[in-house]
């Protein structure tokens, strides 16, 4: 992927975003026998409790069944500097944190918490989605299972205000994460919404990003801020043929 500092390029990336038919994968899939398997596995070795876990892509089939540099951005911290991360309340609980990610894609960010911190873990993304994230919370609860964690799956559309209260409804959180959550321009205001559904009184939405399009990232700091203290934690240093390395930020309600 090439880097932009504009929106002046058509969003070919995007384009991707929404799924294809059941009946087209299936069509692919039979011309290509071989196209699952060759997009099967990812595996992430997390060191600080020296276990792997894997991750199915399905990049046929779109962008939310693909890993982002994000993701792994974020997962690193959590393995190696989660105090980073974890506020001081956060990192003495007795209990097991309980954790909400949003548009969780293939679930690499909320698997790993889950198995890092011993967490109960609730992945969250479009309907469409929710199947493979089923297959990788599967595919990895052994890992997660020793470790004390948890890992549910539930479909949440942002914006969506019955959505939103399914999920309210199963359990009460302590953290939001999210990775690679700012693309479309008419989802900046869906994706807010639900964040203030969640992140309320001191409890943080935490963002691992990538700057990729100046106009549109620009838009969501300056609607995040009317709302949220928004906080850098951390700063990646820039990717090959980008500006910009992934950014780690907390959003937090104002009083």
């Known amino acids: 992927m090439a880097s932009s500092d504009s929106d ?61 540099p994000a993701a792994s951005s974020l997962v690193s911290l959590l393995d190696l500097n989660p105090s980073l991360l974890l506020s001081p309340y956060l990192q003495s609980k007795q209990t097991p944190l309980r954790i909400l990610e949003l548009g969780s894609g293939t679930g690499l960010v909320g698997i790993a918490a889950a198995a890092l ?80 559904v969640f992140a309320k009184g001191e409890m943080a939405f935490v963002m691992a990003h990538l700057r990729r399009w100046k106009k549109r990232d620009a838009t969501f700091f300056r609607k995040a801020r009317k709302n949220f203290i928004v906080e850098v934690l951390h700063k990646d240093p820039p990717l090959p043929e980008w500006r910009s390395g992934v950014a780690v930020y907390r959003l937090t309600a104002k009083k």
């Open 8 to 68: 002046e390029n058509p969003d070919i990336l995007l384009s991707t975003l929404h799924s294809e038919s059941e009946e087209e994968q299936e069509q692919k899939q039979n011309q290509n026998p071989n196209l699952a398997l060759k997009e099967l596995d990812h595996t992430h070795l997390l060191h600080s409790i020296n276990a792997t876990i894997t991750i199915r892509e399905l990049r046929s089939r779109g962008l939310s069944f693909q890993l982002w």
């Open 117 to 196: 911190l011993g967490a109960r873990v609730t992945l969250t993304d479009l309907p469409n989605v929710v199947p493979n994230l089923q297959f990788n919370a599967e595919l990895n609860s052994s890992v997660v299972s020793l470790r004390g964690g948890f890992v549910s799956v539930q479909q949440l559309r942002w914006g969506d205000e019955q959505d939103a209260a399914d999920v309210t409804s199963t359990e009460k959180f302590d953290l939001v994460v999210g990775s690679d959550v700012v693309y479309y321009e008419e989802l900046i205001e869906p994706l807010l919404k639900t964040v203030e």
